[in-house]
């Protein structure tokens, strides 16, 4: 082969080569979005953010001490927290994840490796373990909430001491610190 015809060969591979990635990547994607399916890991996701929507009205009325909050403000900060779990609803719908966690998995794992998970999900053990993980994430919510429990007095006692470090430093009226002096 001449030169001339060697020079157009390595052209043509060169063009050719990024075609057959992105070959590559589409189908890497494709599987993945099936393993998600097969996984479920949209409900799963819904299971745990309804958990924590659960969970986090529960945890902060503990962290505020007893008698703090008037009934008013009790209504305003539950009012806050569903608007709060509005706005993290509407960003973490799994719609607007999954191409994220597509992103992750495929630089993790490999295509056959993405196989292999798709026949373990596709196998009576891997069903079995999918219909098993919400009660699995009930189960492990539950520990941590449990977790968070045993703690909540030594956060109870670092947020007053913090309450108190601001105090004094940026005393009671100011909620911002003190502008600096002119020069």
Same mark, same amino acid.
């Given at each position: ?63 505020m001490p007893a008698g703090t909050l008037t009934a008013e403000q009790q ?8 608007? $709060?779990?509005?706005?993290?609803? +509407? /960003? *973490?719908?799994?719609?607007?994840? &999954?191409? #994220? ?5 495929? !630089? ?42 045993? $703690?909540?007095?030594?956060?109870? +006692? /670092? *947020?007053?001491?913090?309450?108190? &470090?601001? #105090? ?5 009226? !100011? ?9």
């Amino acid at each position: 082969m001449n030169r001339g015809a060697q020079w157009i060969a390595g052209l043509l591979l060169a063009a050719a080569l990024p075609m057959a990635t992105h070959a590559d990547e589409a189908s890497k994607r494709a599987k993945l979005h099936e393993m998600f399916q097969l996984a479920h890991i949209d409900q799963t996701m819904r299971i745990m953010f309804a958990a924590q929507e659960k969970q986090m009205p529960q945890l902060l009325r503990k962290l505020m001490p007893a008698g703090t909050l008037t009934a008013e403000q009790q209504a305003d900060l539950d009012a806050f927290i569903v608007k $709060v779990h509005g706005i993290v609803a +509407q /960003a *973490a719908t799994w719609e607007k994840l &999954e191409p #994220q966690f597509t992103d992750i998995y495929a !630089s993790v794992y490999s295509e056959s490796e993405i196989d292999g998970l798709i026949a373990f999900y596709k196998s009576p053990v891997g069903a079995e373990m999918v219909a098993k993980q919400p009660e699995i994430v009930e189960r492990s919510q539950a520990v941590t909430q449990s977790l968070m429990q045993t $703690v909540q007095p030594q956060i109870m +006692q /670092a *947020a007053m001491e913090f309450a108190q &470090e601001m #105090q004094s430093k940026y005393g009671s009226k !100011s909620s911002a610190p003190p502008k600096p002096a002119a020069k």
